[in-house]
């Protein structure tokens, strides 16, 4: 059964750094890109990064791309978010998401075309 699975969140200080981390496990994961989207509560699910099966296409929203780094290993199926200078507005569940999405920018933001979804980790963080 393929399953994904999200971990690292937790309660930290503005100005922290946190790195989460998404396991998909099953063959097919390996070919798909990968993503994060948050929600904050109250607010609709956001786009937050995504990244190619090869690892070597990227693309992160603008309120985060000068502080959120996403990796994966070419052909892998294990994703990071390092995340710096964290804000209070950072405070969100942390999606992992995957599937066969085609790279491009007009649609990998779409949380529609995603597949596989995991339960989401807790970030919180407080001024």
């Known amino acids: 059964q393929q399953q994904v699975h999200e971990s690292g969140g937790r309660a930290v200080q503005v100005g922290d750094s946190l790195t989460l981390s998404c396991t998909a496990s099953?063959?097919?994961?390996?070919?798909?890109?990968m993503a994060w989207f948050r929600q904050a509560p109250g607010k609709e699910r956001e786009f937050v990064s995504a990244?190619?099966?090869?690892?070597?296409?990227?693309y992160s929203a603008d309120s985060v791309k000068a502080r959120f780094t996403v990796s994966r290993g070419n052909g892998e199926s294990t994703m990071t978010l390092q995340m710096d200078s964290l804000k209070p507005e950072d405070t969100a569940v942390y999606y992992c998401a995957t599937g066969p999405v085609f790279w491009d920018v007009s649609i990998i933001s779409d949380p529609g075309r995603y597949t596989h979804w995991g339960q989401g980790t807790q970030v919180t963080v407080s001024s």
């Open positions: 099953g063959r097919a994961f390996s070919t798909y890109t």
């Open positions: 990244i190619a099966a090869s690892g070597s296409n990227k």
